[in-house]
């Protein structure tokens, strides 16, 4: 078992989860946009956008994963 979390870096894993959450919420998001459009080149633009909040969204839990296993973080939720 971890040891206790500081008030800094509950913080920091919260924060970092949130972001998670937001990059999953812009997936959402363009992906509802995308089923609105009709026009193939902004289809394209639209679809870039959806892989790069993917990339970030595996990003920042690969950070988040990191945080934890470096300072044997256990998640406080």
């Known amino acids: 078992m971890g ?5 800094k870096q509950e913080k ?3 924060l970092f ?12 998001f363009y992906a509802e ?5 009709d026009d193939l ?3 394209g633009v639209i679809e870039s956008f959806i892989l790069q909040e993917k990339q970030h969204e595996e990003k ?3 950070i988040y994963n990191e ?4 300072s044997e973080f256990v998640d406080p939720t």
């Open 3 to 7: 040891r206790t979390l500081s008030e």
């Open 12 to 14: 920091l894993l919260m």
């Open 17 to 28: 989860k949130v972001a998670i959450e937001r990059e999953e919420e812009a997936q959402r």
């Open 33 to 37: 946009t995308l089923l609105l459009c």
């Open 41 to 43: 080149s902004l289809k």
């Open 60 to 62: 920042l839990i690969e």
């Open 67 to 70: 945080l934890r296993r470096k």
